[in-house]
Structures are given as C-alpha cells and as structure tokens.
C-alpha cells in the first residue's frame, strides 16, 4: 500500500489488530488464531498495517488450498487430483493469509497428460474464491467501487478456451456447494461467470491484447502459449520501411497480462491472484522454455516453475514399479534413440549426453517415433516436430567427411550481414589451390531481397558410388557422389537489399575470372527470370528448381546423406538447419520451425537436385546385377530425379 498513515493512525491500528486476534482466541479457531497473528505481528513489529487491513475486510476466514479441494464442501466431491500433484498446487497456492510469500505467477509446463490445465483450473477457482472472502475486494486493492476484477482465460483459439478452459472450470464452481449457498452468480450469463455481490468476474477471451483495454486483470490462465502464432515480418509490428517485425503472440500477451496485475495487485498487504502459463513442450526455445529459463537464471520470486513427465505423476506407474530402459535424447548431432543394453558412455555415445529411464509400458511409443515421444511422454522440447532427416549424425558425418577431404569455404566469411560486412569476398588461395577446375559445378541460389537470408550452395559430382539397392537379387547401383563445397548466406535488409544483377556478376567471377566450369546455374524462382535469361546469352544453362513447390529436392538429398554420398563443407547455419527440418503435411512441403530458417538448406538441396536431374549425370548412372546381367529398374523420382536408365558394368 502506498498510502501513508500517521502514528496515531499506525497505534489505533496495532491496537485494533490485536483486539482482532484475542478475539480468534477466545473462539479456539486454529485457523483465525493463524490468520490475526501473522496480521498483528505484521502490524506491531513490522509497522505494516496492510495485512491487518485485508483481514479487517474479510467476510469469513478463507480456507487453505487443501481443504479447497478436499472438503465436500469445495471440490471434495467434484475432482480428483493426482497425488504427486498435491505438493504442486500447495506451491503454487502459498497460504497468503499467514504471512507464506505470494506467488503471482505459475509456469507449467512438461509433458503432456500431467494435469497442467487441472491445476490451473483449480487454481484459478481458488484464487476466486479468497477474493470472494472479501467484503470488498475493490476497496483492498484501491480501485474504483464498481470496478469488475476479471480473471482472464486465453488459449490458443476462443473455441478451446470455452471447451477445455471455460467450460470446465464453470462446472466446477457450479457443482460446489459453497457456490451453491454462499456465492451468488448470475445465472442468465452463460458467457462469463460473475459473482453478483463482488464484481468479480471469469472471462473467457479471445488471444489478443485489446481482450485485456481497460481491464483489470487480477489472474487467470494463459493456455498452450507454446502453439501461439509467430510470425515474420508481421504488420503488427514496426519494422523497417514497413516491413514488419516479429509477431510472437504468447509474448504479447503475457507481458501485457502481467503488468496489468503487477501495477494494480501485488501488494504489501495479502497479495491474492495467480497468472498460470501453461503449455506442452513444443520446440526448443519456445515462449515458455524461454520464460522458464529467464526465472531460473535470474531467480526471479514469487513465481513457481513446474515440469513434469508423464510417469512422474500417473499413480499407475507411480504404483506399479515397472522396469525401465534407456533413451537417449537426441541434440543437434545425435537422434534420439532406445539405447541397446550393451551401450556404454563415452564409447557407443557422448560421456556428456542425457540419458533418461523410462517404464518399459513406453517401449512401443518411443521405438515407433522417438521424437515425439520425447515430446509428449518426458516433456523434452525438440528441434522439430516430424524431423525430415531423422538421421542427425548423417548431418555431422558429412560436414566430418568434407574436413578429411580438404573442403574449405571458398570465401572468406560464408555468413555474413550486408549491411555491416558487404558481399562476401572470395578467397584467392582456397581458389587458386583448386586443381579440377574443369569438372562441371552446379550452383543453385535461393534468393532474397529483404527479408530472409539468401543462400548459396556449388556442388560437384567427382565420381560414383556402387551401392547394393536390392540384396536378394544382387542389384547394384552406381550413384553419384556429391561434394557441397560451398554453403553460404547472406543476410540483407531493407536499407541493403539485395542487387541480383550484381549477386549474379558476383557469382560468376568464379567462372570469367577464377577459370571453374559453372555447369549450371539455377534458382528457387523468387525473381530470376531476368538472371535465367542473361546466363543463357553467355551459354550457361539456367533454370527454377523450386523446393517450396515439390520436396523432390531434399528426398534427393536426404538419400545422398543415408547412403554416405554426400560430403560437406562446415557451415554451422548448413548444419542446424538441416538438422531442423521437418515435414507440414498439410502443406506437403519440407519446412523449418518458427523462428528457425532453411536459406542455405535449400540451396544445398537445389544444387544437389540440380546435379542428380543433368543429364551428363543422368548418362553416368548405371544398375547390373551382382553377375553382370544388365537390367532396367524403373527408379523412384525421388531417389534421383526423373531420367532415363544407362546400364553397364560396375568396375
């Protein structure tokens, strides 16, 4: 409280507390002895008058959070909480009322199926009801008189937040007989739940910030912030020239919910009402990761973090003490995979990986998609979703192989910013060290102006591989085997776009002033009809190779890297994007997270398709039997790209 009171104002109040508290003595109520105490002792040895101003208004000494939920006359009859999850609500619902520090805010997070929304449910009701054992709420908190206290309820879309927020929760207090006697509500709204008498009100809101205009926003539940939208160059946010910003809702929202309760709730007296942030794990540094992570590295008070995993809080396995076996949870280098009995640290994996138990009831779950059992079953955040390329190690093994066969980056710095550092420069001693310079190379950019990177990628094909497609026939394939020597990005922005005339002059010093032989020069189509037809005149073939309209390109390349025929040049933003790709089926397309990219993914996968469909490539690929025999294997488009079938013998 702000307000400044006089000494004689301080003495009435010391005098008038202690009186409150002999008389919860003389009435032998534990509860109300507890309560009067902590507010005397605040007032007299503190000179804090604030909690005894709170209780003075009470209507009724509030009960604790456990017998909330277990008295018949609450939820007792209505809910069922997991054990393991007593201790969590206990935490986040602190006794307030005899000095227990307040927490304002409660992340929940983890797996899914672990009682989050529960829990925020029951706390919100909670947080309801202490403030409905206030005479007048209003006047505690300094607000106006008939100013409405909103608990807010947001989720991912209005629907679910009526069917899996609201309309549970309003059973809820419906069903309590409390409600029932003491908490008159206005039943002809179905809309929103107001308690008649205090002004205090549950809405249910749409996800954006003019929901909370004006509002005062004591609580409430902000659900499945991690599947909120985020999106690039949004109009909702100032960008340059227009351009727009990133959008990411769940942190609009948040932000915009808490200083709206920390400017009118939080204060020295009882502190009452919770914002619960609750989600699944979706992806790596997702809205609630990273709010978590900021609590944990900054200790920040009064907020309480909790993850949980499905076997944690289940009482079946909780109870039913199963054996167990190993996961190992992937990274960037790693997939996550079953660990075989046999497997030890430090020699079949990293000393330093995660490795979790988990009840053998998982097996199947976590045999069928690793991935997204770590997702949903432990509540391990991921790279991506539905990973395209499963195989990360495949990823490392070919950046590993590039090292061992002396690939460098042709330029001096393969990432850079065009604002700030300009065009890449190319680096005359890896260039003039080249001595194949007449093998044909295929360049794919994918172009920018503005906005995302642009990418970058050569690629040659110095030679064949056999490999055995069909072990019961003896069918063997001789397939190209693909060096990605350069991977580069560059980043432009709306003051320093990018001049394709002159990325496409840049490019082509390689062949007018450096002597290499540009086979081909493709595009992903963003505005390269001029450039196709300009390369053309001076004899260079050009075409689109699109890896947005078709995800032949990256079938392509993902079966070069299974099959050990694709060796890289290091480019750590090649390596993660590549190992951050996933499917969208829904849009049948190979697409990165948000917030993640794939410039230089797709240009590596355009040089590499680019090289698998010419046909001076195409001529070379041949299929014989293991005796010899020729045959003609109508091959999948995806393997290599629509070509005819030339067979000889494998040397």
Not at 51 to 61: H, K, M, N, T, W
Not at 479 to 499: F, G, K, N, T
Not at 586 to 592: A, R, S
């Amino acid at each position: 409280m702000t307000e400044q009171f006089s000494q004689a104002t301080l003495d009435a109040i010391k005098r008038a507390a202690g009186v409150l508290h002999r008389c919860a003595l003389r009435r032998d109520n534990k509860r109300a002895h507890a309560i009067t105490a902590f507010a005397a002792e605040q007032a007299e040895v503190q000179n804090n008058p604030a909690p005894y101003q709170a209780i003075s208004d009470l209507r009724e000494y509030p009960a604790t959070i456990d017998e909330f939920v277990e008295s018949e006359e609450f939820l007792g009859n209505l809910v069922t909480v997991w054990p393991a999850l007593r201790e969590d609500l206990r935490r986040i619902n602190p006794d307030v009322f005899v000095g227990e520090a307040p927490v304002h805010e409660a992340l929940l997070g983890g797996a899914t199926g672990t009682g989050k929304t529960t829990l925020a449910q029951i706390t919100t009701l909670y947080q309801l009801y202490l403030c409905a054992c206030l005479k007048d709420p209003q006047r505690v908190f300094g607000l106006a008189p008939n100013t409405p206290i909103i608990f807010m309820l947001m989720s991912v879309n209005s629907q679910v937040t009526k069917d899996v927020l609201y309309q549970p929760l309003r059973k809820l207090f419906e069903g309590m007989p409390y409600a029932q006697r003491g908490l008159p509500w206005i039943r002809r709204k179905s809309r929103t739940l107001e308690l008649e008498e205090r002004n205090l009100c549950i809405v249910p809101a749409t996800a954006n910030v003019q929901a909370m205009l004006g509002q005062a926003v004591i609580g409430g539940i902000l659900d499945e912030v991690n599947f909120m939208d985020v999106i690039e160059r949004s109009k909702r946010v100032a960008g340059h020239r227009g351009a727009g910003g990133l959008y990411d809702q769940a942190s609009e929202l948040y932000e915009t919910l808490s200083r709206r309760r920390k400017s009118r709730f939080i204060t020295n007296g009882i502190s009452i009402g919770m914002l619960c942030v609750i989600s699944s794990t979706r992806y790596k540094d997702d809205f609630l990761d990273r709010r978590m992570r900021e609590v944990e590295e900054h200790g920040q008070q009064n907020v309480v973090v909790i993850r949980r995993k499905q076997y944690e809080v289940k009482p079946n396995f909780l109870e039913g003490n199963y054996p167990t076996f190993r996961v190992l949870v992937g990274t960037d280098y790693e997939s996550t995979r079953i660990l075989e009995d046999h497997e030890k640290s430090g020699e079949h994996y990293p000393t330093n990986a995660t490795v979790e138990n988990v009840p053998e009831p998982y097996r199947i779950e976590f045999q069928k998609d690793p991935e997204n059992a770590l997702r949903d079953v432990i509540g391990i955040a991921t790279d991506s979703i539905s990973p395209f390329i499963s195989q990360r190690h495949k990823i490392v093994d070919a950046i590993t192989a590039g090292e061992e066969a002396g690939l460098r980056q042709w330029v001096d710095n393969p990432d850079v910013d065009l604002r700030t550092q300009g065009m890449p420069q190319w680096n005359d001693e890896v260039l003039g060290s080249i001595k194949d310079k007449n093998t044909p190379r295929w360049v794919h950019v994918d172009l920018s102006l503005v906005k995302d990177r642009c990418g970058i990628a050569i690629v040659k094909v110095p030679g064949f591989i056999n490999k055995i497609t069909d072990a019961a026939s003896g069918t063997v394939e001789s397939l190209p085997h693909y060096h990605v020597e350069v991977a580069i990005s560059i980043q432009p922005d709306p003051m320093h776009p990018i001049d394709i005339p002159d990325l496409r002059r840049w490019v082509m010093q390689l062949a007018t002033f450096y002597g290499l032989n540009i086979h081909e020069f493709t595009f992903d189509g963003f505005q390269s009809k001029e450039s196709q037809t300009q390369l053309r005149k001076v004899g260079i073939r050009s075409r689109e190779i699109s890896t947005d309209r078709t995800t032949e390109p990256y079938h392509v390349l993902r079966r070069a890297l299974y099959d050990d025929r694709l060796i890289m040049v290091n480019s750590e933003i090649a390596r993660v994007e590549l190992s951050q790709l996933e499917r969208n089926s829904e849009k049948n397309k190979i697409d990165h997270p948000p917030k993640g990219s794939k410039d230089v993914a797709d240009a590596i996968a355009g040089a590499v398709y680019a090289a698998s469909t010419s046909r001076r490539i195409r001529s070379q690929v041949s299929t014989v039997r293991e005796d010899g025999t020729r045959i003609n294997v109508r091959r999948n488009p995806r393997d290599m790209g629509p070509r005819p079938v030339i067979t000889e013998r494998p040397q």
